[in-house]
């Protein structure tokens, strides 16, 4: 059974930095590229980033580009994305999703997500 | 960027009850399109790719139709558990982005 796990979520103050990490379990880590989607309070869906399985090839959201980095450790199968200069509207829930095996660019397995919120 | 629009916003139906849920792309997506639901307080699963292709697991009763800027995805009898949100993905431009959702909820 595929699993993501994700931690790291907390109040932060806006300019300030957060790692999230995802830890997966049940499949192939490295066969597959893997993101982070967030959702704003009340809010729809917005991809964030993604990396592909050997960790060579990343793309971001142009609202997070140059603030974001999305990173992987293959030996503990684990996806990271490291916040900074974090804002208001940065305030999500952030998903880790595995991307679908025909098209990295389809959604279909995803965490239970883990709460950023950025407040003074 | 490739806006998606969802609708209706809100779809009230009854267990039973055949619903039609609608995604229009602001240009051609081809049929690189995706549907997920979401429950409320869970993340969202994985219904439809490319169009019509069902994901693993999931039932007969979802079927998604549809190419270029036009897509449908039909719930042939509601149950209680499919009472959620509605979201539609589009792969074909970059960034991927999602339509803003139907809520469909018990009349």
């Known amino acids: 059974e595929v699993q993501l796990m994700e931690s790291g979520g907390d109040l932060v103050q806006p300019g300030g930095s957060l790692r999230l990490s995802c830890e997966a379990s049940?499949?192939?880590?490295?066969?597959?590229?893997m993101h982070w989607v967030r959702q704003g309070p009340g809010k729809g869906l917005v991809w964030v980033s993604r990396?592909?399985?050997?960790?060579?090839?990343?793309s971001h959201a142009d609202s997070v580009k140059g603030r974001f980095t999305i990173s992987r450790d293959n030996a503990k199968n684990t996806l990271y994305l490291q916040m900074n200069s974090l804002r208001a509207e940065d305030t999500a829930i952030y998903y880790c999703?595995?991307?679908?095996?025909?098209?990295?660019?389809?959604?279909?397995?995803w965490g239970q997500g883990t709460l950023v919120t950025v407040s003074s | 960027e490739i806006v998606l629009t969802q609708s209706p916003a809100t779809l009230s139906l009854s267990p039973g009850d055949r619903a039609t849920l609608s995604c229009r792309a602001s240009?051609?997506?081809?049929?690189?399109l995706a549907w997920y639901q979401q429950r409320s307080g869970q993340a969202p699963r994985l219904l439809i790719y490319?169009?019509?292709n069902r994901a693993t697991g999931i039932p007969a009763r979802f079927s998604g139709s549809g190419s270029g800027t036009d897509f449908t995805l039909t719930i042939s009898s509601l149950e209680p558990d499919d009472f959620a949100l509605y979201f539609c993905q589009q792969r074909r431009g970059w960034p991927p982005t999602f339509g803003g959702g139907t809520q469909v909820e018990v009349e």
């Open positions: 049940g499949f192939t880590f490295t066969d597959y590229w």
């Open positions: 490319d169009a019509s």
């Open positions: 990396l592909n399985g050997e960790g060579s090839t990343t």
């Open positions: 999703v595995r991307g679908h095996y025909a098209s990295g660019t389809y959604f279909d397995s």
């Open positions: 240009q051609s997506v081809s049929t690189y």
